[in-house]
């Protein structure tokens, strides 16, 4: 009955068109005024204990190196390496962007920054050699999900925040702890080239039954000189994910690391970025910091009365009680999300269904890194279908195409992000075996 009354105040809140943050509050707010007796003292210590976390701190240090690196010039001379390497293939300049999304999600964490950071400059060169709008809008809007698959991402952090303080035991009775954020990265690495890989084969098919245009062989000499230029952005892919490994620092100081590098570069040695520009960007930074960190502060609360009610425990038993396996789970697991993206973006389906699924994943054997990853392919998913697929709207501004016309656009992408996401959610060693074979499992 308390599961039942929560779910249906919260998905209530939400229909009234009011935000997620503020509904996921009123919420714990309303519960606890009138049907428990847990003093209201203990929801302002909960509201500052629980963001009091130091992982959580990566999370305004990715967005500010995302930033930087967006306005510095670094999305542009990947773009002129990628086309290099890739633009005399059928749909040279699709399969560019492509490639271009994903090298740029391995050093921005955020799928919207890599939509606008490739989008910008690869939609109207596309048009401009005779592609279809379609054609490049269905490519930019799947490729630049990427951004949250291929570490480092801000919704791996956001998710093993969300079940660090979960309760979970294995069916042998064992506590499991949750997933780190340097696991889920590991973890990312293999489900992300595969996925890129997949739009860059749908990309090729689309652009050589068609006929789309290509450009004409770079030499060596060319690509040479176009990785020269990308180096120092390149670089910032082994800063992190090499200095996590390596043990020099944890995710969050990697995450400080890349802010500062992402600085540096774009000021001092591109030049594309001035001291005086600066301000603004560090502005805009904060201002997106601040809603998400809001939302996780409220999503604190949200699991904070879930585990004082017990729910996810309760919700675990119910389902090995009547005798669902993994397999089943995964799946129900799979269209639980895919729905909720249609009403929520992903930092929230994340921080409200994670410590639910967590403890109930656990019970039948799932590993939580495979969990994590599971939910990140969702989340990605969700960004490219409408009514709120977050990449849709910003791929619309690019565009400037309508979101049904978009969506029709994304379609054969889509498809093979679906295809891939029940390949990952049964083939738990896509994600689990590189951590595992560096020793973080």
């Known amino acids: 009955m308390s599961t039942t009354l929560i779910f249906l105040l919260l998905i209530f809140l939400m229909l009234t068109g009011m935000p997620i943050s503020i509904a996921l509050g ?38 500010l190196a995302g930033s930087f690196l967006t306005h510095g010039g670094v999305a542009r001379r990947m773009i002129d390496f990628a086309t290099s390497m890739v633009g005399h293939w059928h749909g040279g300049l699709g399969l560019a962007a492509v490639m271009a999304c994903a090298l740029f999600a391995a050093v921005s964490g955020s799928s919207p920054a890599t939509v606008i ?72 690495v293999i489900p992300g080239i595969m996925l890129a890989t997949l ?55 990697a995450a400080a690391v890349s802010a500062v590098y992402a600085f540096v570069i774009a000021v001092f040695v591109y030049r594309d970025m001035t001291l005086k520009d600066v301000p603004k960007v560090l502005l805009s930074s904060a201002n997106m910091s601040a809603m998400i960190l809001y939302i996780i502060t409220n999503a604190v ?9 017990n729910i996810p425990q309760q919700i675990a038993n119910w389902i090995t009680g009547i005798g669902v396996n993994w397999v089943i789970f995964l799946l129900i697991v799979n269209v639980l999300l895919l729905v909720a993206g249609n009403v929520m973006e992903a930092t929230s389906i994340v921080l409200i269904m994670a410590p639910i699924l967590f403890p ?42 309508g979101i049904s016309e978009l969506t029709i656009a994304v379609l054969p992408w889509l498809l093979t992000m679906i295809a891939f996401l029940g390949v990952v959610t049964y083939v738990p060693e896509l994600s689990l075996w590189l951590p595992r074979m560096l020793g973080m499992l």
């Open 199 to 253: 739009l860059g084969v749908t990309t090729f098919y689309r652009a050589w039954k068609y006929d789309y245009p290509r450009l004409p062989r770079a030499s060596w000499a060319e690509r040479g000189a176009a990785f020269r230029r990308c180096i120092w952005g390149l670089l910032l892919i082994a800063v992190v994910l090499g200095g996590i490994y390596a043990g020099w620092f944890t995710p969050t100081e």
């Open 117 to 188: 950071a490739i989008g910008s400059i690869m939609m109207p060169a596309m048009v401009r050699q005779g592609f279809p709008k379609r054609f490049g809008a269905g490519v930019i809007t799947t490729s630049g999900a990427l951004g949250i698959l291929i570490p480092p991402s801000i919704v791996m952090v956001v998710y093993s925040v969300a079940t660090g303080g979960s309760v979970a035991l294995d069916p042998s009775g064992v506590r499991v702890s949750s997933a780190s954020v340097g696991q889920l990265f590991m973890a990312g």
């Open 360 to 401: 109930v994943a656990v019970k039948l054997g799932i590993h939580p890194v495979h969990l994590g990853i599971l939910m990140v392919v969702n989340m990605e998913v969700g960004m490219c279908h409408p009514p709120v697929g977050l990449n849709l709207y910003v791929a619309s501004g690019i565009a400037k195409m």
């Open 301 to 309: 609360l949200f699991s904070f009365l879930m585990a004082n009610e």
């Open 26 to 63: 009123l919420t714990v707010l309303s519960f606890i005024f009138l049907m428990t007796s847990v003093p209201i003292e203990s929801v302002a210590l909960k509201l500052f204990t629980g963001i009091e976390n130091f992982e959580i701190m990566a999370i305004p240090f990715f967005i």
